[in-house]
Structure formats: C-alpha cells, structure tokens
C-alpha cells in the first residue's frame, strides 16, 4: 500500500532510509526505530501510548484528533520525521493470483481483473501490492503466481492522514502478519510455522512457509493473565482447523513443525503450556529480536515480557534493513 505491502519492483531508495516502526492498534500506539546495519543494529528508542477506549476500534479511526496527539507525542519525543506503518489484520487481506509472466504493468492490470474474486474490495476502493511466487505452465501459458495484500483505500487514507497531520511522513504501510513475520521468523527459516500474534484485543493466526505469509486471519479471542480454559480450547481449535487445512491444502502438504506466539498473551508461560498440551505441538514463545542482532552477544533494552508486545512495530522498523 502506497507501494508498501508487497513489493512487484526493486524498492525505491526513499524506502531504504531509516525510519520508525509504528503499530496504530485498538488500545496502544507502539513504536520503535533502529541504527545500524542488519545483524548489528540497536534501538535507538521505543515508546508505547494507550489509547482512549473508542478512539480506534477494530482498526477503523473514530477519534482522528486524539490519535494525531499521540502519534505528534512520539514524534516530538524522538525527533523523528519518517515512519513505516501497519495496516490492522481486520482491515487487510492477503490472497495468491495467478497472472500471465508479461511485464509488471501487465500482470498488475491482470490482477486488478482478478482481485474481486479474492477480496471482498471493489478494485477501485482497493490499494493493493504483489509479489511474484513461483511460475506456473498451464494449458493457456506460462504464468506467475502472485502473493497480493489489499485493503480499503479510505482504511490506507485515514492512516496516512493522521501520520501527516502529527508531522510525520509514512514511507510505507504493511499488514500485520507480514511486519510480524518480518521480525521473528528467522532469515534462513523455511519452515512451516503458525504464528500466533496474542494482542489485547484478538489472535492473529499467521501460516508462513519459506519465510512468507501463505494465509492469515484473526479471531475474537484473547488470552490474558488469568487462565481461562474455555478461550484457551476455542483458540486451540481455532489453531486446528487452520493447522488442518493448510497441512491438507497447502503446497506439498507441509506440516506445520511449530507454533510461535507473540503478543502480550505470550508473556504469561501458563497461556503456552496450555496450548501446547492441547495441539501436541511445541509452542514458542517469539524471538523479536533474531533478524536486527544476536541477543547472545547484545543485551535486548527492552524487557522481555514487554519486547514480545513489540513484534509488530520491530517488523516494520526492520523494512528499510531487510526488504521482505
């Protein structure tokens, strides 16, 4: 979006220079930007703001003035003028085309013709990027497989415009499941990993395979201090049946090895002992920190506990660093 969820052509240069990563979510703002350079960086600061009850709700904006104070608050903290920002997984669709292997002004214009079929967007209220996968030979041709994020432009425009009222420029918008993907699935991890992404609102359920986001969704479920057996079984199932279809209907049928939980529900051990005995599957809580510095030979800043709420903005503060 505004050619940031997926990238069809080499990264323009503007795109590379270092910036915040900022989450707008229902209750927080949380952001954080680096230094450096890739495997050596350092943060260079991270600040986290409540928001209002009401103020941003389901990833829709209702009180623009209040989050524009807030986003103006961490820019005049931090002095920072540039900012990659995420698009809320309810607002956000990710979906795979195929396109006749043309030029990329051709398979765009392809996709638009597709991209109805696959999203519940008008094409003409829609902003979306791709990707090119793997081709494809078909009876009609040689085509590509395209991974294609979209989502309301008016959803992309609101965002825009608080960041541009609170003086700061957005460089890019991403979705959530690939911001997070970004910061804890390792670089050379090509597995297939289900991604839980705990916030206080709702649990993101992330599929990536080979490093990239093949399916995402999030349901109405929150795990919080307190054990609740009744949400932690609905959300188990919930890991189930996508676990099942991905296992039955994904490529070559890979099974998912484990599962990585962020989020603050993924601070509290007993919320991932009781997943895991009821999946059988090994359930981890995330590295953020694996793709920006070695943590065995650099103290984290950021207490751990707290660090695993900042899966989000870590992602798209690392953009600029590793362009995926």
Request: hydrophobic content about 45%; some cysteine; glycine content about 6%.
């Amino acid at each position: 979006m505004n050619s940031a969820l997926y990238r069809l052509f080499t990264p323009p240069k503007f795109l590379t220079m270092p910036a915040a990563g900022i989450e707008i979510g229902d209750a927080f703002v949380r952001a954080i930007s680096f230094a450096g350079s890739i495997g050596f960086l350092k943060v260079s600061w991270w600040q986290e703001e409540a928001l209002p009850h009401g103020a941003v709700s389901g990833g829709i904006i209702n009180d623009r003035g209040v989050v524009v104070d807030t986003l103006r608050k961490i820019r005049v903290a931090h002095g920072f003028s540039f900012a990659h920002l995420s698009i809320p997984e309810q607002q956000s669709y990710l979906c795979e085309i195929q396109a006749p292997t043309v030029s990329p002004e051709e398979a765009r214009a392809a996709i638009e013709l597709h991209l109805e079929e696959q999203v519940p967007i008008r094409v003409n209220d829609a902003v979306f990027d791709a990707v090119a996968n793997e081709r494809v030979h078909t009876i009609a041709g040689a085509h590509r497989s395209y991974r294609v994020a979209a989502a309301q432009k008016k959803i992309v425009e609101a965002y825009s415009l608080v960041c541009n009222e609170a003086g700061i420029a957005p460089l890019s918008f991403d979705i959530e499941a690939c911001s997070v993907a970004r910061a804890v699935v390792g670089a050379r991890d090509a597995r297939s990993l289900l991604i839980l992404n705990m916030s206080e609102d709702d649990t993101g359920l992330y599929v990536v395979d080979g490093g990239v986001v093949r399916f995402a969704s999030t349901v109405p479920l929150v795990l919080g201090e307190k054990v609740a057996e009744e949400i932690t079984h609905a959300l188990a199932g919930e890991v189930a049946r996508v676990r099942e279809f991905w296992e039955t209907h994904g490529d070559a049928h890979e099974k998912i090895h484990e599962v990585v939980v962020c989020g603050r529900g993924s601070a509290f051990p007993h919320n991932l002992s009781a997943l895991s005995s009821v999946l059988n599957l090994p359930v981890l809580p995330a590295s953020v920190w694996q793709n920006a510095f070695a943590v065995d030979e650099a103290v984290p800043p950021i207490p751990r506990d707290e660090s695993l709420r900042f899966a989000v903005p870590i992602g798209l503060a690392l953009r600029p660093f590793i362009y995926v």
